[in-house]
């Protein structure tokens, strides 16, 4: 398959990258620094700003984009940079009639009890808020969507060894849907090696459309 990957060189994005070029697609790696891209015959690094004009141009012909399109955990304009980008990567998926594009969200739009998302208790983290928020805001108005071929990941509250899980793959993992994943009677979590798993995985058979969904480790 020919897929695109939007934040290439992210911690999602480079693993989603490294993931799909191992299966033999034709990977694109859109990003703002190429020279961070793996380098492969099946994987072509693009430069290029989401917020361009021309973006939709660059997202045809393609089985399936990607996007873990992220302006950074510590940018302080992360909330507004994030829903400009994300606003942006939806209108030329649209333009561009992409077959599928599966976006990478958080954890907080998670349901940890009726009516009740994981960003809205008191121990979420105060320093994250913002991105997350922004990313529940982007799923609540794709819902409503039928006009773009989307899908929504949410990977679980502990993604990696930065959140305290692993960064080992295993090759297995466990789906859900819109409620908080746990492991008895903690959240979940999931190494970015076995999340790019579940990606590649979903992008491939297209899957969730017009959907949100989880994975965690199993």
């Known amino acids: 398959m020919k897929i695109a990957v939007i934040g290439a060189t992210g911690y999602v994005g480079q693993a989603v990258v490294k993931e799909l070029a191992a299966r033999q697609h034709q990977v694109t790696a859109f ?3 190429v020279e961070k891209v793996q380098s492969a015959d099946n994987i072509q690094a693009v430069a290029f700003d989401v917020n361009s004009a021309d973006f939709a141009a660059q997202l045809q012909g393609f089985d399936a984009v990607v996007s873990a399109f992220n302006p950074g955990w510590t940018n302080p304009n992360i909330a507004a940079e994030f829903t400009q980008g994300a606003n942006a990567i939806v209108a030329a998926a649209k333009q561009a009639d992409v077959p599928y ?6 954890a907080g739009s998670l349901y940890v009890a009726p009516n009740v998302q994981l960003i809205d208790t ?3 983290p105060k320093e994250i808020f913002d991105g997350a928020n922004a ?3 982007l799923l609540g108005e794709l819902q409503d969507h039928r006009d773009v071929n989307w899908a929504f990941i949410s990977p679980p509250a502990m993604l990696g060894a930065d959140a305290g899980f692993s960064e080992e793959r295993t090759g297995e993992y466990r789906l859900g849907g819109n409620e908080l994943l746990m492991n008895g009677e903690m959240p979940a979590g999931i190494s970015v090696a076995d999340l790019a798993i579940a990606i590649a995985d979903d992008a491939e058979q297209k899957a969730h459309l017009h959907q949100r969904f989880t994975v965690a480790a199993k």
């Open 122 to 124: 008191p121990d979420f």
């Open 101 to 106: 594009l599966l976006i990478v969200g958080g």
């Open 31 to 33: 990003a703002r620094n």
């Open 135 to 137: 990313a529940r805001l």
